[in-house]
């Protein structure tokens, strides 16, 4: 078989970062028990970047990034709500809507921003950057990561209603407002610099339950990774 399949029925441990270029993680089927654990060093984050892709059916609210804290188990979190086109960004259980294009069976990219300093979020949907607005000052402190699930409770209390099905790939994290310039680079798939939190060419992870790591399922004539950066306007 050309394609690389993991398929995992109980929990498994990835116990060095794996490189995932070209791969994603596809959950196939509601469950309240199918997840990834994403593994991170930090242990306090004063700024967030978070930008993934996806692709779904789904028509249902369900998450697509879930950052739990022991106060806050919506610690930062990306979550398609159940009103059409609308996908919520949470921080510190605060949370402000975003109306977006949502569209069905097809791949969107999504890179969300926030700081304590000023203490305001921002969503860009497929390479557009939306309103910014305040969300909270105060430092996200001890977080768990999980993909496939929405965590309301510290690493725990899935929801099969509110679990993502389809596929999800180029997930990277930063614990900094990343540019402009750089959220549109990996938007177009050029280069950009790795999540130095969460860096899916070096990911360490727990799979739980149904989930495989398929090659990545794009159009033939789209090349990863190959084009020049966009540049400033000093050309740099």
């Given at each position: 078989?050309?394609?690389?399949?993991?398929?995992?029925?109980?929990?498994?441990?990835?116990?060095?970062?794996?490189?995932?270029?070209?791969?994603?993680?596809?959950?196939?089927?509601?469950?309240?028990?199918?997840?990834?654990?994403?593994?991170?060093?930090?242990?306090?984050?004063?700024?967030?970047?978070?930008?993934?892709?996806?692709?779904?059916?789904?028509?249902?609210?369900?998450?697509?990034?879930s950052?739990?804290?022991?106060?806050?188990?919506?610690?930062?979190?990306?979550?398609?709500?159940?009103?059409?086109?609308?996908?919520?960004?949470?921080?510190?259980?605060?949370?402000?809507?975003?109306?977006?294009?949502?569209?069905l069976?097809?791949?969107?990219?999504?890179?969300?921003?926030?700081?304590?300093?000023s203490?305001?979020?921002?969503?860009?949907?497929?390479?557009?950057?939306?309103?910014?607005?305040?969300?909270?000052?105060?430092?996200?402190?001890?977080?768990?990561?999980?993909?496939?699930?929405?965590?309301?409770?510290?690493?725990?209390l899935?929801?099969?209603?509110?679990?993502?099905?389809?596929?999800?790939?180029?997930?990277?994290?930063?614990?900094?407002?990343?540019?402009?310039?750089?959220?549109?680079?990996?938007?177009?798939n050029?280069?950009?610099?790795?999540?130095?939190?969460?860096?899916?060419?070096?990911?360490?992870?727990?799979?739980?339950?149904?989930?495989?790591?398929?090659?990545?399922?794009?159009?033939?004539?789209?090349?990863?990774?190959?084009?020049?950066?966009?540049?400033?306007?000093?050309?740099?």
């Amino acid at each position: 078989m050309s394609a690389l399949l993991l398929f995992v029925m109980l929990t498994a441990c990835a116990a060095s970062p794996q490189d995932l270029s070209g791969k994603m993680f596809t959950f196939p089927q509601e469950t309240n028990t199918a997840s990834v654990k994403l593994n991170i060093a930090t242990h306090n984050l004063d700024a967030v970047t978070v930008c993934l892709r996806f692709f779904t059916d789904l028509q249902r609210a369900h998450g697509l990034f879930s950052l739990a804290t022991p106060s806050s188990y919506n610690g930062f979190l990306i979550f398609k709500e159940s009103t059409a086109d609308t996908v919520g960004l949470y921080v510190n259980n605060k949370a402000v809507p975003y109306v977006v294009g949502y569209k069905l069976n097809t791949w969107h990219s999504v890179c969300s921003t926030w700081d304590a300093d000023s203490g305001l979020g921002q969503l860009w949907f497929n390479g557009q950057p939306l309103a910014r607005k305040f969300l909270s000052k105060s430092q996200i402190s001890k977080p768990i990561v999980v993909l496939g699930q929405e965590q309301d409770s510290y690493a725990g209390l899935f929801d099969t209603k509110q679990s993502f099905t389809g596929m999800m790939a180029d997930v990277h994290m930063w614990n900094y407002v990343l540019s402009p310039c750089e959220i549109q680079n990996y938007v177009d798939n050029l280069i950009f610099t790795p999540g130095n939190v969460l860096n899916w060419e070096a990911l360490t992870f727990d799979v739980t339950g149904r989930v495989l790591i398929e090659e990545m399922q794009t159009n033939c004539h789209e090349r990863y990774y190959t084009k020049k950066p966009c540049l400033n306007k000093s050309g740099y």
